[in-house]
């Protein structure tokens, strides 16, 4: 499979005056399966630029697009409003999540709704499906996906996709436990070719009042790769108030401790093949 970033950003998009390198737009990643399903993972703003990537703006057919939703706060679904295959009829979208059907469904329809926009999600022109994940593996697109339970206010999924004996966890939002690795999820990413992990704050950030926030830190991020020996961390969701120089001296740090480990960047792609 091949994993592209569109959104990296927590908690809020940004457009620095400067530009950045690493990017402003909030989670949404494409998985491409081996056998060319594309599967995305959340539906920040990243996923504007993902669609266009992914019809080049002339796509006419489309296969069942699988849309995984870690969890509905805003930085992680304010792309669908905009998202155009929504209001194409020919469109096959297949909504997942860690909760049941019903309150998937429930929720996409909650979140899109007069007076906040003007066309209701239910009367999009797509066909919709939503479906559970749980905990045991289901096929998806071809490849085997599961989720666990994050440590964050109001809930988040993570998710593990795995094709041909590689695997890929999204741990987008959670906050490490004071006494030592969430367990849970180490055994959840044990033997992970990459973890995606949360590093909204650095340690003096979290320190001096984020505790409770629902957010880690790069060293906790190192904490849990270790624990689930993962061969790679890619450290995510960063945050909005990080400039490109203060993300590139946290990279430096982490990358002392933890060599293969980068911060995740729009346009960054990882290929994992039997
Ligand atoms: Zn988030
Ligand atoms: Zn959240």
Redesign the pocket.
Known sequence: MRIEFFGIRGTSPIAPRRGTIYGGHTPSALVRTAAGENLVVDAGTGLLPLEHALSGGTCTTFRPLHILLT?F?F??VSGLPFFQTLYRKDADLRFYSNGTSDSLRWRLKAFMTGPYFPVEFESSSSRKEYRRVGPRPVDIGGVLVSTCPLN??QG?GAYRIEENGRSVVFAT?TEHYAEGVDARLAAFALGADVLIYDASYTPAEYAAGKKGW?HSTWPAGVELARAAGAGKLILSHLNPDHSDAKIKRLEAAARKVFPRSVFAREGLILRLEK
């Open positions: 969890h706060h930085d992680h964050h206010p988040c939002d629902g």
